[in-house]
């Protein structure tokens, strides 16, 4: 049903593809490491509908915070609604190899070939409670009729690698929010783990017709780095309603090119004239670059049994 396009753009690491849909332009913010080895924000103007032609590629648009921030050991763009850009801080730890918190800021007004805009920092909006006594991470915001809905990575737990290494596991969550900076966790999960699952992040969602549709991000909790049946792939799940999701994984994406031959992640889809549009990474969690791959709407406007 996908059609892959291969690589768009290629540095020594572009992880996370978030697209801002503009008047003129694309932006795609992502996220590369400094000579810190922290995450750092940055964006890419494409042409839309034509992601291979860049206008414009802007290095270091969010850097680390301070010392003692939530995000002083780097930040990672995740998701972008009206004028609001969603991020994520790092911080390192002690007990655990580091701790996220999905944080907010807002961008403002650009024009087309504008190299800089301002963003300003607000802050983290999602904290441990009784719902999550872990992190947060990765959001996916949207608008639904006066309220915004938020489908955020929850991290339930650490357990040891094959390598004796601790390792989050994560699923995905749903917060609701009146104007975008404070929210409401609602206990729901919307995709909870199946079988040997541990990690369910970047979740991604389009309205057509009645239908919501949601890709995301699976993998399990050992060998994801280095086996292919155990590592990411890019799974698809359906709802009426925005809250109760069923999986079917009819639309997803499994490795199969040179560049993802281990692994395909964190899908970001947008939806422009008769095509839905997909940015991913493949292999090395974004060493590779942003993939592009497409779909006719044709196949999936028609997928009403949920």
């Not at 309205?207 to 698809?236: C, L, P, Q, V």
Request: glycine share 8%; hydrophobic share 30%; charged share 25%.
């Amino acid at each position: 049903m996908w059609t892959k396009h291969g690589i768009i753009y290629s540095s020594s690491k572009a992880q996370l593809p978030v697209v801002d849909i503009r008047d003129d332009v694309w932006r795609i913010y992502f996220t590369s490491r400094n000579e810190k080895n922290q995450n750092v924000g940055n964006y890419i103007d494409v042409e839309p509908g034509s992601p291979y032609i860049i206008i414009t590629d802007c290095k270091n648009f969010i850097l680390p915070g301070n010392p003692g921030k939530t995000d002083s050991s780097g930040v990672m763009p995740c998701a972008v609604c009206e004028n609001k850009l969603y991020y994520i801080g790092w911080t390192l730890r002690k007990d655990v190899p580091y701790y996220n918190y999905t944080s907010v800021g807002t961008v403002k007004s650009h024009y087309r070939f504008e190299k800089y805009e301002k963003f300003t920092k607000r802050g983290p909006i999602l904290s441990p409670d009784t719902i999550d006594s872990g992190y947060s991470g990765t959001i996916y915001v949207m608008k639904q009729d006066s309220k915004y809905i938020g489908y955020y990575l929850s991290c339930t737990d650490w357990k040891p690698d094959e390598n004796n290494n601790l390792q989050p596991c994560y699923n995905i969550k749903i917060a609701v929010s009146y104007d975008g900076i404070l929210w409401d966790k609602t206990g729901i999960t919307a995709i909870d783990f199946e079988g040997e699952e541990a990690g369910i992040s970047s979740a991604s969602v389009v309205k057509i017709g009645d239908i919501y549709h949601m890709w995301f991000s699976t993998r399990h909790a050992y060998e994801f780095r280095t086996n292919k049946d155990r590592a990411y792939r890019i799974m698809h799940a359906t709802s009426k309603d925005g809250y109760n999701w069923t999986r079917d994984n009819e639309f997803g994406i499994v490795p199969e090119l040179e560049f993802e031959k281990t692994m395909c992640a964190y899908p970001n889809v947008i939806m422009y004239k008769d095509k839905l549009h997909m940015f991913y990474n493949g292999d090395g969690f974004g060493d590779t670059g942003i993939a592009y791959a497409t779909m006719d709407l044709k196949w999936i406007s028609t997928k009403t049994d949920i």
